[in-house]
């Protein structure tokens, strides 16, 4: 069974940065795509970062050169380095794997919010 468990959310100052944290059980994040969508009150789920089974990695264009998608292959951790972060950004963040099926595995959710 895959869990996925985000961490490292948390309140700082626009300009500030951040380190979230997806802890994967139950499957190799080697073998799958990772990556990372954020949710703003009121807004659609939207896709931010993702890194590709060979480590390509992409962003939507809103935090390219702030954000850095990452991972740890022996931890089975996925990380989003977030820097230079304005109000904008304030959002839940969900950690997602996508298997070899195309079938999404999701965590809980982590809550980052940038304070003018």
């Known amino acids: 069974q895959v869990q996925l468990v985000e961490s490292g959310g948390g309140l700082v100052q626009a300009g500030g940065s951040l380190r979230l944290s997806c802890a994967a059980s139950?499957?190799?994040?080697?073998?799958?795509?990772m990556g990372w969508y954020r949710q703003a009150p009121g807004k659609q789920r939207e896709w931010v970062a993702s890194?590709?089974?060979?480590?390509?990695?992409n962003y939507v264009n809103s935090v390219k050169g702030r954000f850095t998608i990452s991972r740890d292959n022996a931890k089975n951790t996925v990380y989003l380095q977030m820097n230079s972060l304005k109000p904008g950004d304030t959002a839940v963040y969900y950690c997602?794997?996508?298997?070899?099926?195309?079938?999404?595995?999701w965590g809980q959710g982590t809550q980052v919010t940038v304070s003018s």
């Open positions: 139950g499957s190799d994040i080697r073998r799958n795509a």
């Open positions: 997602f794997m996508r298997d070899s099926r195309q079938y999404d595995y």
């Open positions: 890194i590709s089974s060979s480590g390509y990695t």
